[in-house]
């Protein structure tokens, strides 16, 4: 059974990603907000709060709702530093870092980054899928892209996995 979950103040948009932190807070993503929630059996009620001095709920029940890039959200990861990223549909990708969130331009070389999947190598390397210029990989010295051009069959990538051997699929 599906129960619609009660929310008070401004609709959430298409819901499109939802993960759970390290410090179990639930990151929603719909249209081109994002919600955090620390889960509760009330009601959610998001405050609207500015991605510039960004306030994360702490107690059940609170929630913080920031507004995004111009472009929808497509995809949330967490990764295993506890950063949180944030795809945008044809605007690239935000990290949080949990103290501000940071956007990232597109790689230079790379004409169009709409981010739609992550995954993270064994080095702690995050890489990111993207719908039309391959995948990105986002090292501590910057950025590396491959393509068609690197063996990728295509550009458009939905979805990373590493496996025991790390290798990446």
């Given at each position: 059974?599906?129960?619609?979950?009660?929310?008070?103040?401004?609709?959430?948009?298409?819901?499109?990603?939802?993960?759970?932190?390290?410090?179990?807070?639930?990151?929603?993503?719909?249209?081109?907000?994002?919600?955090?929630?620390?889960?509760?059996?009330?009601?959610?009620?998001?405050?609207?709060?500015?991605?510039?001095?960004?306030?994360?709920?702490?107690?059940?029940?609170?929630?913080?709702r920031f507004a995004g890039s111009a472009g929808e959200l497509d995809a949330l990861y967490v990764s295993s530093r506890g950063q949180v990223w944030?795809?945008?549909?044809?605007?690239?990708?935000?990290?949080?870092?949990?103290?501000?969130?940071?956007?990232?331009?597109?790689?230079?070389?790379?004409?169009?980054?709409?981010?739609?999947?992550?995954?993270?190598?064994?080095?702690?390397?995050?890489?990111?899928?993207?719908?039309?210029?391959?995948?990105?990989?986002?090292?501590?010295?910057?950025?590396?892209?491959?393509?068609?051009?690197?063996?990728?069959?295509?550009?458009w990538v939905l979805s990373i996995f590493e496996d025991l051997r790390g290798d990446l699929y």
């Amino acid at each position: 059974r599906v129960t619609p979950w009660p929310l008070e103040g401004r609709p959430l948009g298409r819901v499109s990603a939802i993960v759970r932190d390290l410090e179990g807070r639930l990151w929603i993503g719909a249209g081109n907000d994002v919600v955090v929630w620390k889960p509760s059996a009330g009601p959610l009620h998001p405050v609207d709060r500015a991605p510039s001095a960004p306030v994360l709920p702490s107690q059940a029940g609170e929630a913080s709702r920031f507004a995004g890039s111009a472009g929808e959200l497509d995809a949330l990861y967490v990764s295993s530093r506890g950063q949180v990223w944030v795809g945008w549909r044809e605007a690239s990708f935000t990290v949080f870092d949990g103290r501000s969130f940071r956007s990232y331009p597109p790689p230079v070389g790379v004409v169009h980054v709409s981010a739609i999947a992550f995954g993270e190598d064994d080095p702690g390397n995050v890489w990111v899928g993207t719908s039309a210029s391959g995948v990105v990989k986002v090292a501590r010295n910057g950025f590396v892209s491959f393509d068609d051009d690197d063996g990728l069959t295509g550009d458009w990538v939905l979805s990373i996995f590493e496996d025991l051997r790390g290798d990446l699929y």
